[in-house]
């Protein structure tokens, strides 16, 4: 099992910058591909960003440059630098993890950044991002 906890979250103007944290305990593994999530009301989970176990990410296109993903495996901590907030990217966000046995399941969990590919999730943190 394992555990994630998010942190980080909160309220920012349009343009603003916040930081996410994710702290993962129980059985970590570091063959594990990790990956932000978000749900906006009324709409589906999707797909932020996703890490491998050594540093490769993948990002949707509507975060790409201006949100980052990086694990520190000293800590089990993930997280999520998000740059340039926009009003669009309110949501919650949600912290998610699954083993990747394989360089090639890991590549394929990066580029398909698919919530039901995810085995172990958060309880999310809120994000406002007011105009």
């Known amino acids: 099992q394992v555990q994630l906890v998010e942190s980080g979250g909160g309220s920012a103007q349009s343009g603003g910058s916040l930081r996410l944290s994710c702290a993962a305990s129980g059985d970590i593994h570091i063959r594990n591909c990790m990956g932000w999530f978000r749900q906006a009301p009324g709409k589906e989970r999707v797909g932020v960003a996703v890490?491998?176990?050594?540093?490769?990410?993948n990002y949707a296109d509507s975060v790409k440059g201006r949100f980052t993903i990086s694990q520190d495996n000293a800590k089990n901590t993930l997280y999520l630098q998000m740059n340039s907030l926009k009003p669009e990217d309110t949501a919650m966000y949600y912290c998610a993890a699954a083993l990747c046995p394989t360089y090639n399941s890991m590549m394929t969990m990066l580029r398909r950044m698919k919530e039901a590919d995810f085995g172990y999730w958060g309880q999310g943190t809120q994000v406002t991002v007011s105009s």
């Open positions: 890490i491998g176990s050594g540093g490769s990410a």
